[in-house]
């Protein structure tokens, strides 16, 4: 029998599924759990824990057995891979009698500890070997205010007890965020993370996570598993004993109430108790924070897992607890059939989601559109079938219900729509033929021709200190209008911006100020927007380019402006594809709410691309458009000032839906005049102009309507190369303009991708 947990704390999307998986692979033992979650970045043990005050990583973990209570611990360890590994190895050397001194040591601690490890054959790792990317955004966002950002306690844990009675119990920590070097937890101290013992014929196992001085000075783990096998069970379920030890020695003890605020006396845990005389088997689920995430099973059969609700860390009333009733082991599967968890019934939110996950299954596209599961973000290769009247000529419908026009992301084969090849065609055609040079020149004339009349500026004169800069106008016609604001006012430097699916497909808008964060937040929840993306960062430069209107993890907690509050459900990072990519893109859940209107918005931020300038050349922009395109409501999209970068993103969108609304696209500048009507001087750069032509060249060469080996198109490359010299897709631009030219031999290992002239 065993049980796992994820800590006490916030926790990312997928923690649930990953919980199940390492109960499936754990196959009952402790060791394999926990090291399964020092292997995986989700949780804060391992590879992707917390960073000390000085960016480094420093782990702890404990093992402990009722085989004469004997535990073993590490602390403050930064090159061991799996901690727990070497702090068994410590309770091993110790059954065996191997000496380090006089008498086999419990706890080593730094280098001891890794010195320790190395001598066992342990695998070890390189000072930043633990270190994971979603740890160092943590780390760099809470360097920044200087305060730890959110009650993340994340320590992992499992316990479990066999046949024989035998109770095992570990443990596994990064820490907190912004530790000082050096910091020991709970974890590694005897009696404050895990407990394990066996009495007669009752045996118990407890794992513990939460303030790590709190439970340290109480010996939480002990106290409880103490209560456990001291409890007598004719005076009900065992759970009576936590809910005791949990109140009056924890949350009322001196020991705890004269140091720490109510705010910091949390606690949770997981415990199994056995008694082989009564023929009871439990498992007691307990904690006072906002979430405890926790899996358990015994044997085949594994249990329903649940995030449980919040409480209120001062209100020992409010402890949350599942227990496994005490009933003999033939009636265990019985038992918890009729104590599954209760589902409770998803928000409107997502029922529509289901709605157009279902309306998906129906869309009549071209054959280039692919889609990708709402399920598992799988990527399905089916191909669909022309609508009949559209395919007849007839004219497509734009309305805001239309949402069977949507179009696909990643590239396929080509399909054999005649309209849709020649439309491509054309474009490729129209691109190559001018190449960069004249691309440069067209933009260049289109942009001193595209400037907006000083009458459509009226409301951006008249609202300065709304504007982030002063040379760049919000135009009158297309500028969304704040409703009901109760500032009685209308005034936000945003612009609706129209494609062939909606006539209210984009708001491309400034980053928020200082002053405007809660006019943001009001258009937000006034268009009824389901994605948000953010093309910049707060800073870049050493100039500011956007103030901080969300938190950015869910350690972060709440920000509130006025009536609106903002929080992270979860934080994930997009891969744009298969290759070695070096952008970023995180995806972020949010929960918004004003008043009792809550919404759930996804928000996407594009981290890696220079202010001015452009990216890598892979297809990043078409993975994000694909995340972010099935929605019937406008879709929020800001730079720093909402032109440059903003407008390269909504331009590749607008070829894409012309292409599959049966529009030409082979004049670039109609399509650049009709941005910068609606939104004045979008697309900022002639860098950015050839972006979005070398992206949708990229697209469509991978989709077969061009062939990569075009002279035309190699001598595309070889020019946006050299306008952009620093770029690192260079590399691979220069292989592809090679590879055309004469037959290259295949490169050793990693290189052979690169020079592959299948790739951009």
Known sequence: MIAVHAGAGCHPDGIDKFCKKVIRGASGDVLEAIKAF???????????????LSGRVQCEAAFMTSDDLRFGAVACVSTIKNPIVAAKQLVVNQIARKQGGLIAPSILIGEGAEKFAAGCDIELCAPDGLVSPRAEMTYEKALRKLAVTEERLDTVGAVSIDNSGLATSGISSGGIILKFDGRVGHSSQFGGGVWAEKRGLRSVAVSTSGCGEALARTHFAQKLGESLLEYDPSDGLYVEAINETFKKGFLE????????????????????????????????????TKHFAYAFSDG???????????????????????????????????????????????????????????????????????????????LTGSKRSINSKRANGSKAKSTNDDTNKI???????????????????????????????????????????????????????????????????????????????????????????????NERRFICTQGPMETTIYDFWWMVLQEKAEFIVMLCNMDENGRPKCDEYLPFLPSSGSMVFRDISISVQSVNIIKPDNSASTEMISERVLRVTRNRLERTIKHFHWSSWPDHGVPTGDLAPLVL??????????????????????????????????????????????????????????????????????????????????????????????????????????????ALYASSLQPQPTPPNDEADDANPTRW
């Open 38 to 52: 020092e292997n995986d970045p989700m949780t804060n043990c391992g590879f992707g824990s917390n960073l000390s």
């Open 407 to 501: 179009v696909g992301s990643m590239p396929q084969a080509a399909g054999n729509d005649d309209v849709v090849k020649e439309l491509i065609t054309r474009f490729c055609n129209a691109t190559l033929q001018k190449g960069v040079r004249k691309l440069r020149e067209e933009f260049a004339r289109l942009k001193s021709e595209t400037v907006p009349s000083p009458d459509s500026l009226a409301s951006f004169h008249a609202n300065p200190t709304r504007n982030r800069y002063r040379d760049i106008p919000c135009v009158e016609e297309s500028r969304v209008k704040l409703i009901d604001h109760p500032d009685q006012m209308d005034y936000i430097h945003a612009n609706y911006v129209s494609t062939p699916f």
């Open 625 to 734: 458009l694909q995340r972010i395109r099935q929605t019937k409501f406008p879709i929020i999209i800001h730079c720093s000032a909402g032109i440059g970068r903003t407008g390269s993103i909504v331009a590749i969108e607008y070829v894409l839906e012309r292409i599959i609304y049966k529009q030409p696209c082979d004049d670039m500048a109609v399509i650049l005049k009709s941005l910068r009507k609606q939104r004045a001087h979008s697309i900022q750069t002639d860098l950015q102009y050839l972006y979005v032509h070398f992206i949708l060249l990229r697209y469509y060469t991978e989709l077969k309507y061009i062939d990569q080996n075009n002279l035309y198109l190699v001598g595309f490359c070889r020019e946006y190369e050299q306008a952009i010299p620093t770029n690192p897709h260079g590399k691979l631009v220069q």
């Open 253 to 288: 003890s001196p020991l705890v109430t004269k140091s720490f605020i109510p705010e910091h006396r949390l606690a949770g845990g997981v415990a199994i108790i056995r008694d082989e005389d009564e023929g009871i088997s439990e498992v007691i689920v307990f904690h006072n």
């Open 300 to 378: 085949p059969h594994l249990s329903k897992f649940e995030l449980q609700p919040a409480a209120t860390p001062s209100t020992p009333e409010m402890i949350d607890t599942e227990s496994r009733p005490r009933v003999p082991k033939r009636s265990v599967e019985r038992v918890r059939k009729a104590n599954e968890p209760r589902v409770e019934r998803k928000p409107d939110s997502s029922r529509r989601a289901k709605n157009q996950e279902s309306k998906k299954d129906r869309l009549a596209e071209s054959s280039v559109v692919i889609t990708q599961s709402q399920k598992d973000g799988s």
